[in-house]
């Protein structure tokens, strides 16, 4: 998919929506920017996706099922 921007006075460039939602970018996530031949490749900050996922596994009882885990009985 090609999409074009324009790069402002400022330097910045706007991600156009549909490749923002596409690639899960949000307001605040970090990018990286890396040369690749002519291009650039722009990635989001792992850290960033890790940080995303923080609190989504609050309502399983993880503690609960380890100690319940039949492997460890094995011992």
């Known amino acids: 998919m090609a999409e074009s921007a324009k790069v402002s006075t400022k ?3 706007v ?4 490749l923002r939602e596409e690639m899960g970018f ?3 996530v970090r990018v990286f920017f890396t040369k690749q031949g002519n291009g ?3 990635e989001p900050s792992r ?3 890790l940080r995303a996922l923080r609190g989504s596994l609050a309502h399983y009882a ?3 099922d380890l100690m319940a885990d039949p492997i460890r009985d094995r011992n």
Not at 15 to 18: D, E, F, H, R
């Open 11 to 13: 330097g910045q460039l």
């Open 62 to 64: 993880l503690e609960k």
């Open 47 to 49: 850290f960033d996706a």
């Open 15 to 18: 991600i156009p929506a549909k």
């Open 40 to 42: 650039l490749l722009i």
């Open 26 to 28: 949000k307001a605040g």
